[in-house]
């Protein structure tokens, strides 16, 4: 059923007919999204997008090339302040700044990826999380980034338009969410996609087949930091206002629960991480006034916890969630997804 | 100036290389990056405080209760979540000590919610002596300082005599072998969990006497443990304790001389830059792996 007979057939990026009318419908749902959703829901589609174009660049760089990073925040922080930068400062209009702001957070991705081609392991773990940590000290103590006051968003202009509501916003991060989902799996398809997986098998027996490390090493750290980067850049204007607190270390650990909740090597199970952990985090936030839950915990803080500590509740539930899919599916939601899909398919047997 | 700055630094590396010794502990026989290490001494400090000042204890009962604490924690969290993986890579691994740490800390803020609280302790920060000079030292500090040699101390010589140490050694260098002469690896992992732990609730004793205790207490000295542990090269005791004390003197050095803004950064740019010249430290054998 799923036998490739030539090369065509594996490098194609939809493999049957039933996929192409699945992604034609979800296009389709996509679009007439904003038409039926009011504007909380518009909002919280938009971070989900943004989090789903960081939890690919983040697989790239873990799931495809096994290289771990635990600084994600700080590129994604380079990515938010140089495009505000370049338009308050250089006075670039958006469009041209945010590709630009990816670019320079893909230099800061290759300046990274120089160390990491000798480090492993622990090691890489350790230089990645200092990484993130500095970057954001970094733009604390400087001026131009408005120090630790942060930097307001300018007002987001597109061809003329004034992009003012959380609908216009969608229409400006959806379409670069679905060109992006597709360019990286257009990516994992080619000689660069193939490399890295070598790459993440086992780098010495990869380089022994002609593949180059340093030159893909640093290029994945590359891409991943440009997806990233991109993906801080359209956080600036989501959320209006950015400060150095916008980047803490816990969201560069959020990118990775987001990555292995979804799947490791998997562009599908990135989208569904980065859809459940943004949703749950959003949910989580206001625990205490879900139904049938929140009277349970609210209940329970008053008589051994503390009310005031009550919406700490959501990082044990995120704890348990990864603790819980790394023992129990490796794979993440995409080993379910496939798992669910082979017992249909092979029913009754 | 000079002698005050190296003097404070190695005061404060003494904390430093107190968690940089849990973490090797672990990583030593597990190859486990323990990230959850800070939260489970914060927490046994917080069990700590709550003997201290709810049930109102004596100090001496209410430290061995919270290292207990931290003894059975550690063994728990090794046996009920780490042993359950099904064959773990080491990326899987932190990810578990990653959720680990995500759990105690909120619990703990859960329980204690984010104000800062008051640590009692028996030896003051203020009464100093003098060392020579105006150079000055604080009770606290030697202590920290006493405490820190003590441990390494004790676990060389755990590491080397005793029949324990040495399985914990055999088991990192080959699990399977190790279970093949007899040693029964999970509970030696527990038991390394649980040692480890109750370092690291020492160092958070110390850290949460000079400082307030709040949930994030050990977020920082985790981290500057972890640089600390990786500048040694992780399987080093003798490297482990080392690192700490010089990262706490770099550190110092450079707020004193370069910039106090950046004292915070210089770490990691220390680490990164001895990263690169040496890649599994500065006192660990560089193993190249075999294909």
């Not at chain 1, 216009?168 to 990286?184: D, F, K, Q, S």
């Not at chain 1, 009550?310 to 704890?319: A, E, R, S, T, W």
Request: proline share 3%; with cysteine.
């Amino acid at each position: 059923m799923d036998m490739k007979r030539d090369y065509y057939e594996d490098i194609r990026l939809l493999d049957s007919g039933p996929q192409v009318f699945w992604l034609a419908v979800l296009l389709a749902a996509l679009a007439a999204f904003p038409l039926v959703a009011d504007s909380y829901q518009i909002y919280t589609v938009n971070l989900i997008a943004i989090h789903v174009i960081v939890a690919l660049g983040l697989n790239l760089l873990v799931g495809y090339t096994g290289q771990i990073s635990l600084g994600h925040a700080g590129f994604f922080a380079i990515g938010a302040y140089a495009t505000l930068a370049l338009m308050l400062n250089a006075h670039l209009p958006f469009i041209v700044a945010l590709p630009l702001a990816g670019f320079i957070s893909a230099a800061f991705g290759f300046l990274l990826g120089l160390p990491a081609l000798r480090l492993e392991g622990p090691y890489l773990a350790i230089a990645t999380l200092g990484f993130g940590l500095t970057i954001t000290q970094i733009l604390g103590r400087l001026d131009v980034f408005g120090g630790h006051m942060g930097l307001q968003a300018p007002p987001l202009e597109l061809f003329g338009l004034k992009v003012t509501s959380d609908a216009g916003r969608y229409a400006v991060i959806m379409p670069i969410c679905v060109i992006m989902t597709w360019g990286l799996r257009n990516l994992t398809k080619t000689r660069v996609g193939r490399a890295f997986v070598a790459v993440r098998d086992s780098d010495i027996a990869a380089e022994c087949i002609g593949v180059n490390l340093t030159y893909y090493k640093t290029l994945a750290f590359a891409v991943s930091a440009f997806f990233t980067g991109i993906g801080g850049g359209l956080m600036a204007f989501v959320l209006g206002f950015i400060s150095p607190h916008t980047f803490n270390v816990m969201v560069s650990i959020m990118f990775l629960a987001m990555v292995v909740v979804g799947g490791l090597g998997s562009i599908l199970g990135s989208v569904m991480g980065a859809v459940l952990i943004t949703w749950l985090q959003l949910e989580l936030a206001r625990i205490g006034e879900l139904p049938l839950v929140g009277p349970v915990l609210t209940e329970l803080s008053n008589q051994v916890f503390t009310l005031s500590g009550l919406p700490n509740v959501q990082y044990v539930v995120f704890g348990l969630i990864m603790v819980l899919i790394i023992i129990f599916e490796p794979l993440g939601l995409y080993g379910f997804w496939i798992r669910t899909k082979i017992y249909w398919r092979t029913w009754p047997f | 100036m000079l002698g005050q700055l190296i003097t404070s630094g190695i005061a404060i590396g003494a904390t430093y290389a107190l968690m940089a010794l849990a973490m090797v502990i672990i990583y030593k026989t597990s190859e486990v990056l323990n990230f959850a290490q800070g939260d489970m001494a914060m927490l046994s400090a917080f069990v700590a405080y709550m003997c201290l000042s709810t049930y109102g204890l004596g100090f001496a009962m209410s430290f061995t209760l919270a290292l207990a604490f931290a003894f059975a924690l550690g063994a728990f969290l090794e046996f009920a979540f780490l042993r359950r993986a099904k064959e773990p890579n080491v990326l899987g691994l932190i990810i578990i000590t990653l959720g680990l740490e995500m759990m105690l800390y909120g619990l703990a803020s859960w329980r204690w919610g984010s104000d800062q609280k008051d640590f009692p302790f028996p030896v003051s920060d203020f009464d100093v002596y003098q060392l020579g000079g105006d150079v000055v030292i604080s009770q606290l500090n030697l202590v920290t300082l006493g405490v820190a040699c003590a441990l390494m101390i004790l676990l060389f010589v755990f590491f080397r005599y005793t029949k324990v140490g040495v399985a914990m050694k055999a088991t990192q260098q080959n699990q399977q072998a190790a279970r093949l002469m007899g040693i029964r690896v999970g509970r030696i992992m527990m038991l390394t969990w649980g040692m480890s732990s109750v370092v690291g609730a020492c160092a958070a004793f110390l850290i949460a006497s000079t400082d307030t205790l709040d949930p994030n207490l050990m977020w920082t000295p985790q981290l500057k443990g972890f640089s600390a542990a990786v500048l040694g090269g992780m399987t080093s005791l003798v490297g482990a304790v080392l690192g700490g004390f010089i990262l706490g003197v770099v550190e110092n050095l450079f707020g004193g001389y370069v910039s106090v803004e950046f004292k915070a950064v210089v770490a990691f740019a220390v680490i990164v830059l001895i990263l690169c010249v040496k890649p599994s430290g500065l006192f660990a054998k560089h193993y190249v792996r075999k294909v």
